[in-house]
């Protein structure tokens, strides 16, 4: 059962291009989250999707940032115009549908997007 | 707000001991879970070890376990008869069960010495 899938694992972008993350969540799971880490820090939550849905963008930043889960093919973070600031590791989570909180977001290998 | 603490921003521990990293969290929320991942220097996060807030027994996995201390709002993580390749940044992090975000800490990087 092959992990929580993402690519590419690494991604450089000069500022102004767009960059495109995309994640495959595990087998069975329904659930797919993304978060940002940044250099020496823990991860921040960005968003939380289901199929053909966003049900929580609570973290992403209101401009150039989008996210989507298609009901086909993988969920795609997409960050348009990038800058500097948005050098960072990218994560990819899913967990099994439910809701009784005992799910365990389980990531990806993540993407480290670097912005020249 | 919830918040997760890791005081603890390095450890250096020899090989074969017992370590302890410690978490608090804060949150006014009675339903939530608790967690530990690794991340080694490969950058990938590794589940560890779940606590619900009400499971009444403190979690373990093989040689991990977790100081569950309701009362005390701590969540520490116990790794027995450690290993070179513990050697790794270890994350504290809580999400309430209405929610669907993690918090995490900003991690504790534990160095096993040979």
């Not at chain 1, 849905?53 to 093919?73: C, L, Q, T, V, W």
Request: proline share 6%.
């Amino acid at each position: 059962n092959a992990g929580v899938m993402q690519n590419p694992r690494h991604l450089v972008r000069r500022r102004g291009q767009e960059a495109r993350l995309r994640c495959s969540p595990m087998k069975g799971h329904s659930h797919v989250y993304w978060y940002r880490q940044l250099p020496e820090e823990g991860l921040k939550f960005m968003v939380y999707l289901q199929k053909e849905n966003i049900i929580d963008e609570s973290g992403m930043p209101k401009e150039r940032f989008s996210a989507e889960f298609p009901k086909e093919g993988p969920s795609i973070l997409r960050i348009q115009q990038v800058v500097r600031g948005d050098s960072a590791a990218y994560f990819c989570a899913s967990s099994p549908p439910g809701n009784t909180g005992r799910e365990t977001q389980y990531f990806g290998p993540g993407t480290r997007l670097l912005v020249l | 707000a919830q918040k997760i603490t890791q005081t603890q921003p390095g450890m250096f521990v020899q090989e074969k001991e017992a370590v302890t990293l410690d978490c608090t969290y804060d949150t006014s929320d009675p339903s939530y879970g608790l967690f530990w991942y690794k991340q080694p220097s490969s950058g990938e996060m590794i589940f560890l070890i779940y606590q619900g807030s009400y499971d009444q027994q403190n979690a373990t996995e093989g040689r991990y376990s977790l100081n569950f201390q309701k009362a005390r709002k701590s969540a520490n993580l116990v790794i027995s008869a450690s290993q070179l390749g513990d050697s790794a940044m270890y994350f504290c992090a809580m999400r309430l069960n209405r929610d669907d975000k993690i918090i995490f800490g900003k991690g504790t990087r534990l160095h096993i010495l040979p």
